[in-house]
Structures are given as structure tokens and as C-alpha cells.
């Protein structure tokens, strides 16, 4: 019985979450058959990578049984998985990575740690700031997106300085990219590790602070200051990965492997639905065990 309240718990929690992505991918023109078929790749995929028997891929039957997939069907995304594994698809936000060096970089950046004014081309220029980061796209693309998108502005003597440190795509299409990337995927990752029973005596950080009573009047006062707070916060911690990772460039070994680290924050409201008065009557609905007082997990 207790498994049977968890699986439908479960199920209640994730409808919240696909939810709000389906309305996401709708907006940019992603149906339900693509999703659908990304989802059977992503199940057979993990289902094949993390089940096998002394680090050998999962055999085609068990996948099928714990998928709910026929054999058949299980082969054939299976040679599409040879192709690409879902989880080593690469993005790379090209903008954000020119503003972070920009900043953090001493070749850009004095010793202020403000970003220096470089002209479009030459030595220690805007062009070779772009190729620093990447050599597939052009140092004028880049130049034109950043102006484009506010974060970069041209000074006395044609000469380039970022007025923003964060690179914010207005795009549907690259917002989704980006929160899918860098926010729901890397939390998703932590709360997989997190759940893992080998994982329970050192979980990764994850904390959640949220209050239930806020008036309307009061929100965008709320959402303004944490943002402050939560902008600031980011960009120290931004300063102390570049920090440490110059550090750990210098004493790195050869045959070490590289991880990927960093935090995700975010801000998130919604109408508390409990608080909304019932037909007929102007007293506010409470749902049994909900608290008013803060909470932190």
C-alpha cells in the first residue's frame, strides 16, 4: 500500500512538472511526437546504462520489461542511441561564455575586475576575445548579439565594453534552450543523485525557501529585492569557480578527469490556490497540513 501512495504521489508531482514544460515546447512548436520519441530514447537509455551486470549494458529483455517497450522496439532505439547518447548533447551559450571571460579573464579585465574597452580587432581585441572562446563563429556575429540584446554598448574611439554580465536571449526559443540546459536539466541531475540510496550520506546541495503568504500588492517588491540578492550572490560565486579553477589549471595532472560544477538559482511564484476564497463566501480555503511559516529543505 505504501508503495502504491508513493508511485501515485509520484505521478501527481510529475503531471506539475510536464505541465508547465509542455506549454514551454508548445510555445515553440515542439508536439507530443517528438517528445514522446525523445522520452523512449531517454528510458531506454538509462534503463540500458545504469541496470546491467558488472558494467555491461542492460540486455534487450530486461530493458523491455522495465520500459514497458517490445524487444523490437528496444533494438531499434538502441541503434539510434549508438548514434548519440541523449545525455552527451552538447550547449553552449556562445554570448554568456564572451561576457564571463570578459569580465574574469585578466587579458580583458583590469585588475578592478572591471572589463576592459577593446577595440573590434588586433591584439588582445574583441575578435580575440570571441576566439578564445570559440573559433565557429564570427567575432562580428557575436558583436551584433550582444549589441542587440542590450549588453553591449560602443564607446568614444569605436571601441566595445559590455554594459551587462549576464547575456539574457529574449527568444523563446533560446530561453527554453538555456532553462532546459542549465535549469531544469541540472536540477533534475541533483535530485537523481540525491535519491540514488549509495548517495544518502553525501547528497549534493539542494535547499528550496519559500513563504505561502504574500499579498499580491507586495509580490513584485519581493521579486525585485531577492533578485538583487540572488544577482549578487551569483556573481560572487561566479568570481570564486574562475578563481579556483585558474588555481586548479595550474596544478592539474594529466590523468585526472573534469567535472562540471556550479550551483542554479532561480525565483518562482504562483496564486497560492488554498488562499482563494470558495463560491458564495469570502473566507479562504486551507488545505489540511499546510503552514503559513517559512520552510527551508
Avoid at 508513493?6 to 507530443?32: H, W
Avoid at 520500459?67 to 531499434?76: N, Y
Avoid at 548514434?83 to 578592478?112: C, M, Q
Avoid at 519581493?222 to 538583487?228: D, G, P
Wanted: proline share 5%.
Amino acid at each position: 500500500m505504501k508503495s502504491d501512495l508513493t508511485q501515485e504521489r509520484i505521478r501527481k508531482v510529475l503531471m506539475g512538472v510536464l505541465l508547465p514544460l509542455a506549454r514551454t515546447l508548445l510555445r515553440c512548436g515542439v508536439g507530443y511526437t517528438e517528445f514522446a520519441e525523445l522520452s523512449k530514447r531517454a528510458f531506454v537509455e538509462a534503463a540500458s546504462a545504469d541496470y546491467g551486470v558488472r558494467n555491461r549494458p542492460t540486455n534487450i529483455a530486461r530493458v523491455a520489461v522495465m520500459t514497458g517497450l517490445s524487444r523490437k522496439e528496444v533494438s531499434r532505439v538502441r541503434r539510434e542511441l549508438k548514434k548519440y547518447r541523449l545525455a552527451d548533447l552538447p550547449y553552449r551559450n556562445i554570448p554568456a561564455e564572451v561576457l564571463h571571460r570578459w569580465y574574469t579573464d585578466t587579458a580583458f579585465s583590469g585588475s578592478n575586475g572591471h572589463p576592459k574597452p577593446l577595440t573590434f580587432s588586433g591584439a588582445k581585441s574583441f575578435t580575440t576575445l570571441v576566439r578564445s572562446v570559440t573559433s565557429d563563429i564570427p567575432a562580428r556575429t557575436i558583436e551584433r548579439e550582444l549589441s542587440r540584446s542590450g549588453a553591449l554598448r560602443h564607446t568614444v574611439g569605436r571601441r566595445l565594453l559590455p554594459i551587462a554580465r549576464e547575456y539574457v536571449p529574449d527568444t523563446a526559443s533560446s530561453k527554453l534552450i538555456e532553462g532546459l540546459q542549465y535549469g531544469l536539466r541540472r536540477l533534475a541531475e541533483t535530485i537523481c543523485f540525491n535519491s540514488d540510496p549509495q548517495n544518502v550520506n553525501a547528497p549534493y546541495l539542494q535547499r528550496i525557501v519559500h513563504v505561502s503568504d504574500i499579498s499580491a500588492s507586495e509580490v513584485k517588491l519581493v521579486r525585485e529585492s531577492i533578485t538583487a540578492v540572488v544577482v549578487g550572490f551569483s556573481r560572487q560565486i561566479d568570481d570564486y569557480l574562475t578563481r579556483f579553477q585558474q588555481q586548479s589549471n595550474r596544478n592539474k595532472r594529466l590523468e585526472e578527469p573534469n567535472f562540471h560544477v556550479g550551483i542554479g538559482l532561480y525565483y518562482f511564484e504562483n496564486e497560492n490556490a488554498a488562499e482563494r476564497p470558495q463560491r458564495g463566501g469570502t473566507k479562504p480555503v486551507r488545505e489540511l497540513g499546510e503552514t503559513r511559516s517559512r520552510k527551508a529543505r
